[in-house]
């Protein structure tokens, strides 16, 4: 047989088999055995169910109840009608204004408040998600001593006793636990707390602290200080391993005023654009943004700060 009559007879058997792969398959239809009253062949149906995925728990319960209507409805709640309110999500102490939508008093979505000088209108990922604990299954339901259930009554009643015995040693032995506070009016309960136990410790812990900043802080200023940018008059900014438009307090508004400034069509007062440069060891939201990144590591970033300074007559020339 000849090379040219072996390719066409090969050519032909896949022509062919692929042909007979190519047919539709056949399926018998059948009517249905009791015919429901509502179908009608041909025609589309919607029919109602429910899902157990979304934060708003519109699920089946698993213990159901039985649904009863207001009493006295709450003004404003109109039942099937979205509604807002206004409130505020904490991050490592400092608030954020954020818009909560509800479903007749069931949170389902959070959104930056554009009224809050804090977010304008935006939300992170992490507020947005914040939402999911107000359905987390394992959220502390009742008062705990011990790791056994009690009640706020029990607990009152534990603090009144015990008072007597701080007043007598000055509160020695009481201890405060909490997250980072900012608020004064908070700070003020707490500071009255410490002058009628003058022995009262306080400790505050953070997951994701910011020790670092404020012991940089301490050292420079002599206090702890949180320092607050005005990045709109900003035309040249360096970043030095910086989260400060992502994970920085006030994070929000200073990536809005980051970026109003990167627009140089939109600024009416001189169209100048702001530049921005960054060295940095790990990856961060601003680096991203920067005309001008370096990678390095902190050893060289510190060898840099000290050449920088050296350079503005701030340290040393060697």
Known sequence: ??????????????????AG?????????????VPNE???????????????????????EEEPRQLLPYVE???????GQARAYATAVTERGYANGVLVTHQTGRPVK???????????????ATMQASILTLYDPHRS?????????????????????????????????????????TSPTVIAQIAALQRQFPALRWHQWEPLDRDEELHAAQIAFGRPLDFTYDLSQSEIIFAVESDLISAA?????????????????????????????????TPTLLGAKADHRLAMTPP??????RHLAAALGAGPAD
């Open 73 to 79: 409805e709450p003004p404003g709640i109109v039942p």
């Open 249 to 281: 307090p006030g994070h929000l508004a200073y990536g809005r005023d980051l970026m109003a400034k990167r627009r140089p069509t939109e600024l009416a007062d001189s169209g100048v654009m702001s530049r921005l440069y960054a060295i940095e060891s």
């Open 110 to 124: 959070i959104e930056g408040n554009p009224d809050h000088p804090a977010s304008r209108g935006a939300a992170s």
């Open 1 to 18: 047989m000849k090379r040219r009559d072996f390719f066409k007879i090969v050519t032909a058997t896949g022509a062919a088999a692929a």
């Open 21 to 33: 792969g190519c047919q539709q398959a056949t399926e018998t239809i059948l009517p249905l055995v």
């Open 38 to 60: 509502q179908l009608v062949p041909g025609v589309a149906a919607w029919f109602a169910t429910v899902c157990r995925e979304c934060p708003a728990g519109c699920g089946p």
């Open 300 to 305: 060289e970033i510190a060898r840099s700060l």
């Open 141 to 181: 339901q009742s008062i705990l001593h011990q790791s056994q259930i009690t009640s706020w009554e029990a607990f009152v009643t534990a603090m009144v006793e015990r008072r007597a015995d701080w007043a007598k040693d000055h509160g020695a032995g009481l201890r405060l636990l909490t997250g980072t506070v």
